[in-house]
């Protein structure tokens, strides 16, 4: 049965519309339902109903394929036009003129590899696109054209003005033209490694600018560009490149964080001075500190009460020193005096105390107020150290001077701690117990008392810190 309708075809390569014009005798008594399927795979590519096709007596497909850079790919096309007549005999179905249609697409050139990747989250930002100069790099366009994938052309440039435009090597092909490009970023080589540059002003001077490419694909008078920049975990590992020294993993670059008495701020700053010029850490140098923390109060607090309280006060040490062997040159360390006769409750082994007994006057060894002998003062005090440098990117290594281009610090697995006091223990004593701390927790060979970058022996009043490393 005909109900003699019409449809004609409208196909358009130039705004990409592919749709159908029909024309109905009895409108008001059907529905339309348009089905455009691949030729050859037979996929439902696109489907749409009209229940009143009174207006518009049009389908068009564009919606799928909007941006004049995505076209409806090329092939060959099966359409069909249903016709739904509900009010003659019951439902009734007519196809009308079944056609196959050919699209063209339009001209387009995408590249379709590497994405970009400008503003990528550090989580998401490894499966995305991450690299360094040492990558290889492997573009790939998609294109739509009545030509050759021959005639594409490409062009790589930097894209944040840190690199010499089109710094790459070993393009292939050589040409640059192709569906796929391969090549290398290569970035300005680092100059010599030269301590002691850091300008705390400029920031150029503690860190490094992400390496950053825009790479355009060009055929005929289209062309597409995706933009690549490092993240900062590559950043910092671009850095362990351009140094030499060996590369930490994307993984161990972790946040900041504190450990104990050692707070996530104290890492990134010493008072006054930003330490951190990333907000990625290798290693946890808190833990660390606060280790040699520990054992630092430990030594200072372990003297070993030989004469008790309410004992008379002889004339002899009462308080011995416990069997640590304290790393110094020539001073005995904690070998506290007695304090008879020149009491000093910072400086002598205890206290003493005047009671009367039977009438008389006699100077009694006392303890304080909490029971604990005067020269275990330290006991329960708690004292803390400074964390001068922990983790140094390999910028910041060579700025703050250090003469060790493979330092330990630029694996977060090294701390430079710093005394802040303790009464009655003199600054080069604390050096030395802060030095036998440090060596009791990291080992015999792997700290150093330092004046900046010098080693002195730990009783040299010069030194400003103890640096200690697990290596
Ligand atoms: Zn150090």
Not at 114 to 125: E, G, K, R, Y
Not at 406 to 415: C, K, M, P
Request: hydrophobic share 30%.
């Amino acid at each position: 049965m005909s109900i003699g309708n019409t449809f004609t075809t409208h196909a358009s390569t130039d705004n990409h519309v592919i749709g159908y014009k029909y024309s109905l005798l009895q409108r008001s008594l059907a529905s339309v339902y348009l089905e455009i399927k691949k030729s050859d795979t037979g996929e439902v590519v696109y489907t749409a109903s009209e229940w009143n096709p009174l207006s518009p007596p049009y389908f068009s497909w564009n919606g799928k394929y909007k941006s004049s850079d995505k076209c409806a790919p090329d092939g060959l096309y099966d359409t069909k036009l249903y016709l739904m007549v509900t009010e003659v005999t019951g439902p009734y179905a007519e196809t009308v003129e079944p056609q196959s249609i050919r699209i063209t697409g339009c001209d387009r050139v995408e590249i379709t590899a590497p994405p970009d990747n400008q503003d990528p989250l550090d989580a998401t930002f490894a499966t995305n696109f991450s690299f360094l100069s040492t990558s290889s790099i492997l573009a790939r366009a998609a294109y739509n054209f009545h030509g050759s994938a021959t005639d594409i052309a490409w062009e790589v440039t930097a894209a944040n003005g840190e690199l010499v435009s089109g710094r790459i090597r070993d393009a292939d092909p050589a040409d640059m033209r192709g569906q796929l490009l391969l090549f290398f970023p290569a970035p300005p080589e680092h100059p010599d490694y030269t301590p002691g540059t850091e300008n705390p002003s400029d920031i150029r001077y503690r860190r490094s600018t992400a390496l950053s490419y825009r790479i355009t694909a060009r055929l005929g008078n289209k062309s597409d560009a995706n933009t690549i920049t490092q993240d900062q975990k590559d950043t910092i590992i671009q850095e362990y490149v351009n140094h030499g020294i060996t590369e930490p993993t994307r993984t161990a670059l972790r946040e900041i964080q504190g450990f104990g008495d050692f707070t996530r701020d104290d890492v990134i700053n010493v008072p006054g001075s930003p330490r951190l010029a990333y907000s990625l850490i290798l290693g946890n140098p808190a833990q660390l500190a606060q280790a040699i923390q520990d054992e630092y109060n430990r030594l200072l607090s372990d003297d070993v009460q030989v004469v008790l309280p309410g004992s008379t006060v002889p004339n002899t040490v009462i308080v011995r020193p416990a069997p640590v062997n304290i790393n110094t040159i020539g001073t005995p360390v904690l070998d506290t005096p007695p304090c008879y006769p020149s009491p000093d409750i910072y400086s002598c082994d205890d206290t003493y105390g005047t009671i009367i007994e039977n009438g008389q006057e006699i100077d009694v060894i006392v303890d304080g107020g909490d029971g604990i002998a005067q020269t275990q003062v330290y006991r329960g005090t708690h004292f803390r150290l400074q964390l001068n440098s922990s983790w140094r990117n390999p910028e910041r290594n060579e700025a703050v001077g250090s003469t060790t281009p493979t330092s330990r610090h630029q694996y977060g697995d090294a701390v430079d701690l710093k005394i802040l006091g303790v009464p009655g223990v003199s600054k080069a004593e604390q050096n030395c117990i802060l030095k036998t701390a440090a060596q009791r927790i990291v080992g015999i060979s792997n700290v150093l008392a330092e004046e900046g970058s010098i080693p002195h022996p730990c009783n040299d009043n010069r030194v400003d810190h103890i640096h200690a490393e697990r290596n």
